[in-house]
């Protein structure tokens, strides 16, 4: 979150529940649920995605034909960095007014985080081709959130260009996405689509349209 923030002296936070941004120094926080101890294991794989994420900003990504490539040394590290922040957004008290629901897959997340569980839950990686209108990428951070990804349930979300999809859903992928799974993967194939400006995909137009709005005047309703 920092380096997207770069030389700016804030990040822009938006939300599809409310016009206007909140300026944030380094995302949203919530110390209250996690102990260190608990908070280093829900945490492990933090500072590898963040190196692994530099990678991505960096270009160290090559072409493997229509798709790309990248080093991916530590697996486990990569997919308990996914597992924790699925986790993390869904159960903190600072997000339940959305209703976030894991179902069954919260005990699953949390005996793989806290009790030496397995990492079975497959999860799609791929290079996010999000831009602004001339082209250039644009480099977010998306919250974890449930959709359908074609006939499957999963959790996505986006941090810098590293686009995530983690699968809760009893359903196997189709084995002709098996070359695109962080489970296990070195190097990592990463699925990318062709540049998109930010301001046209449907499901960020309601964030971007209420960043737009500008912060909320004194008086008007949030």
């Known amino acids: 979150m920092l380096d997207m923030r770069g030389d700016a002296k804030a990040l822009y936070e938006g939300s599809r529940h409310r016009p206007g941004y909140k300026e944030q120094q380094n995302g949203p926080w919530d110390d209250r649920f996690l102990c260190k101890i608990h908070e280093d294991q829900a945490g492990v794989g933090d500072d590898y995605a963040v190196d692994f994420c530099r ?3 960096a270009g ?3 072409p493997f034909g229509p798709v790309f490539q990248i080093r991916n040394p530590d697996p486990e590290k990569l997919l308990a960095f ?3 922040t699925v986790w993390r957004h869904a159960v903190a008290p600072v997000n339940a007014a959305l209703r976030l629901e894991l179902g069954p897959y919260e005990q699953r997340l949390r005996a793989a ?5 397995p990492m079975n839950l497959q999860a799609v990686v791929g290079l996010s081709t999000l831009g602004d209108e001339r082209g250039k990428p644009v480099r977010i951070g998306l919250a974890p959130y449930r959709q359908k990804f074609g006939d499957f349930s999963t959790w996505h979300f986006i941090i810098g260009r590293l686009d ?3 699968k809760t859903d009893q359903k196997s992928f189709p084995a002709e996405w098996t070359p695109y799974l962080a489970n296990g993967a070195d190097p990592v194939v990463l699925h ?5 400006d930010i301001a046209t995909v449907p499901f960020l137009r309601s964030i971007t349209d209420n960043i737009r709005a500008g912060p909320p005047r004194p008086g008007r309703r949030r």
Do not use: C, M, Q, R
Not at 113 to 117: K, N, P, Q, R
Not at 192 to 196: L, Q
């Open 55 to 57: 990678s991505l900003d």
């Open 60 to 62: 160290k990504y090559v």
């Open 82 to 84: 996914i597992y924790g």
């Open 113 to 117: 985080l806290f009790e030496g569980g």
């Open 164 to 166: 995530v999809h983690l």
């Open 192 to 196: 990318a689509v062709e540049p998109t």
